[in-house]
């Protein structure tokens, strides 16, 4: 499969597994809806999924949704074939991605060594 097909069918991935969230259609009461899908990493033969998301809430609320998410990841693999009509439909696993938190440590950390510098 050429880079270009696999982008699209991560991209339609992407776009699939946060309208499911989004749309409240993941019955979950841990999964919140702020939860967001950032990125999408497709296996070359195209078998596994690794899902990676983010929120604006706390580590735990994260670490929550990611849980809901893994548990219902049946369910959001059905519905992603109706959405894929491919051959196969990826297995997806959810991670946490804490590069929003990381990136915001990181900015303060820089702040904090240009005000050393210049004081």
Excluded: W
């Amino acid at each position: 499969m050429s880079e270009f097909s696999q982008a699209r069918l991560e991209a339609k991935i992407l776009e699939a597994v946060s309208s499911l969230i989004v749309s409240g259609a993941i019955k979950n009461h841990n999964l919140s809806t702020l939860t967001s899908v950032t990125r999408v990493e497709l296996a070359p033969d195209n078998t596994l999924a690794r899902v990676f998301c983010s929120s604006l809430y706390d580590d735990a609320s994260l670490e929550k949704s990611v849980s809901a998410l893994n548990s219902a990841s049946g369910f959001i693999q059905r519905r992603l074939a109706q959405v894929l009509r491919t051959k196969n439909t990826p297995v997806l696993t959810f991670f946490k991605d804490n590069s929003y938190i990381e990136g915001e440590r990181i900015n303060n950390l820089i702040d904090e060594a240009m005000k050393e510098h210049n004081g």
